[in-house]
């Protein structure tokens, strides 16, 4: 058996193995019907306006299964999974080095090569590009204000054009002038239309009415901090991108704003709801999107599209009025991710949950590296996406060479049906809070909503607040087992596919009047829910591609990691592993999408859109 840890942490639930019984995983299938096209806009305007449909809905979505649960007889209720790493050295740095293998390009040659932060940084060291040709190039493809749109436009809301010209400009004159910011000077990035940017509404993929919602007449006043840290080294914030309306659910379907594009296989959903993010960043439109995840949304998005996503322990780079809800980076390669999460993740003194986080350190090289592996959870992954997923753990655990190394361990974890439930139930049941503070009358909640959102929300309206604190007592358990396991196993990471999966197939009729698919909404956050419960850090890579069931184009598959609190640097050190065991291992490499666009090559002329 490991050595215990030593790491401290405020608001920690302390190490407790849960009880033998409810360790045992057993499957349930869930009955909630799928609807589409007319029959969805009916079943909408039944359900909103129907209390007692609404609680059936929530019954039998059996959201009510906790309260027959008497072993939570006791359990706190574990509102908030805020556990605080705390340092345990005064000479913390708050911003880590940036070693030359984040910023040095990758060799032309490596396969499906995207380009990087350190691909844009040397074209303007070089002098070969400056900011504002790159720009230049970019605006046209993601303006959606111009007629024709580009088809890679729609990964976009809205882009202020002015003031990215203004930003690009003033980046191409510290260059010109030999006073670049940093490694990030001149960079693209974009950020998800729920997260602040002052200047901008925050529409969230809702359909604007400022007519009959003043809430559309507000723009933001502040940037939020992740964002505010990346432009202070000198990105620039090229548009807010596309969403699932209101974050409900984790196809990026969206009839409002359109639906964003998967460019490896247009037939299938981008995932969401980062929708705009993951495709935009496969298409390699800009290399980093800031985004949030509650369910998987910096995690489902990137593994549909082949790319990267960190969700941070919770609060890590800023807090949020959520007790699932996290803000961090999604980019098209690991280095890009470390970079941005480490730009994001410094200290804000004026949040004061955020700034008492102590800084993620890299572990030791020589520290050893547990794999914890959930027979019974991986079991439920379709057998393509699991044999894609057994090969990279495999080769990791076998293959000195990747820098694995890693000893694999047979884990088990409570409650992964039970607590899934309750997830789902809270996210729900935060999302009709947060209708109602969107509106004057709170009784309009859901009006600005589409027809699968008001049918989501207002069974989300009807939790009892007695359920709720249940689910908080779920979440304690959940949490104390993590915590004995990772004092088990020092530097753990809990491996699985991001999702159970390889993409959601769009029907016809789903992109009319939006979609509603409960059962596969549950199947699709099989894993991702775990980290946000617990507010533990995960990250999403990919790891192979499958045969899809339609249309043209392999379906990218993600393999995920979590985490200890705290211990963001040690994914990233997975996700760099995994990068080379695509690049190394992994039969034809990484692969780009057909249509994925060469931005730096458009702003030389050397390539055509």
């Avoid at 976009?156 to 910011?181: H, M, N, Y």
């Avoid at 990137?302 to 990267?308: E, K, N």
């Avoid at 699968?452 to 949490?479: E, F, K, W």
């Amino acid at each position: 058996m490991a050595m215990a840890s030593t790491k401290k942490f405020l608001n920690h639930p302390g190490a407790k193995e849960a009880p033998a019984h409810v360790l045992e995983f057993k499957p349930e299938a869930d009955h909630n019907p799928p609807m589409r096209g007319l029959p969805l806009v009916a079943a909408s305007m039944l359900v909103s306006n129907s209390q007692w449909l609404q609680k059936f809905m929530w019954s039998n979505a059996k959201f009510g299964q906790a309260r027959s649960m008497s072993e939570l007889n006791g359990e706190q209720w574990r509102v908030q999974p805020n556990v605080i790493p705390t340092s345990t050295s005064e000479t913390t740095q708050p911003l880590l080095d940036f070693d030359p293998s984040l910023t040095t390009p990758p060799p032309a040659t490596v396969p499906g090569r995207f380009n990087s932060i350190a691909d844009y940084h040397a074209a303007y060291v070089s002098g070969s590009l400056t900011p504002l040709q790159v720009i230049d190039a970019l605006l046209p493809l993601i303006r959606r204000d111009i007629k024709p749109e580009s088809k890679y436009a729609v990964a976009f809301i809205q882009s202020k054009v002015d003031e990215v010209l203004a930003e690009a400009k003033a980046s191409t004159e510290r260059w010109q002038a030999g006073r670049p910011l940093g490694v990030l000077d001149g960079v693209p990035f974009g950020v998800k239309d729920d997260t602040e940017v002052e200047g901008y509404v925050s529409t969230m993929g809702m359909k604007v009415d400022a007519e009959r919602f003043e809430y559309f007449k507000k723009p933001a006043t502040e940037t939020v901090w992740p964002a505010k840290k990346l432009r202070e080294a000198g990105a620039i914030m090229v548009g807010k991108m596309n969403q699932h309306e209101i974050g409900m659910d984790t196809t990026g379907c969206n009839p409002a704003t359109g639906t964003a594009t998967n460019w490896y296989n247009a037939k299938y959903f981008p995932g969401g709801s980062s929708s705009g993010a993951g495709s935009a960043l496969s298409a390699g439109l800009v290399p980093i999107a800031i985004g949030t995840d509650a369910g998987g949304s910096m995690r489902i998005p990137p593994a549909f599209c082949g790319v990267y996503g960190l969700k941070p322990t919770h609060n890590r780079v800023v807090s949020r009025n959520s007790s699932m809800c996290v803000v961090g980076p999604m980019c098209s390669n690991p280095s890009d991710l470390t970079i941005a999460y480490r730009i994001m993740a410094q200290p804000d003194p004026s949040d004061p949950a955020q700034s008492s986080l102590a800084p993620s350190i890299p572990p030791s090289p020589t520290a050893k590296k547990y794999l914890g592996l959930c027979p019974e959870w991986i079991a439920l992954a379709d057998p393509d996406v699991r044999t894609t997923f057994n090969r990279a753990i495999e080769t990791l655990c076998s293959s000195p060479s990747l820098g694995g190394q890693y000893e694999l361990v047979t884990i088990k974890l409570p409650y992964l049906r039970e607590g899934q439930l309750a997830h789902a139930a809270t996210c729900l049941t935060e999302a009709a809070a947060d209708a109602r503070n969107r509106v004057t009358n709170p009784d309009d909640y859901l009006k600005p909503l589409n027809y699968p959102n008001r049918i989501l929300v207002s069974i989300g309206a009807q939790t009892p607040a007695a359920d709720y604190l249940r689910y908080n007592q779920l979440r304690q358990v959940m949490m104390q087992h993590l915590a004995h396991l990772y004092e088990q196993y020092p530097g753990l990471l809990i491996v699985s596919p991001t999702t159970p999966m390889a993409g959601w197939p769009i029907m016809p009729g789903d992109e009319t009047y939006g979609c509603s698919d409960g059962n596969r909404s549950i199947r699709n956050m099989t894993y991702v829910w775990y980290a946000n419960t617990s507010g533990c850090p995960a990250v999403t890579c990919p790891g192979g591609y499958v045969e899809a069931q339609q249309g043209e184009g392999k379906l990218p598959v993600g393999v995920m990691a979590m985490a200890e609190w705290g211990e963001e640097e040690r994914l990233l050190g997975f996700a760099r592993e995994m990068e080379r065991y695509l690049a190394e291992a992994y039969e034809g490499g990484r692969q780009r999408p057909r249509e994925w666009v060469d931005v730096l090559g458009v702003a030389r002329g050397t390539v055509k859109v």
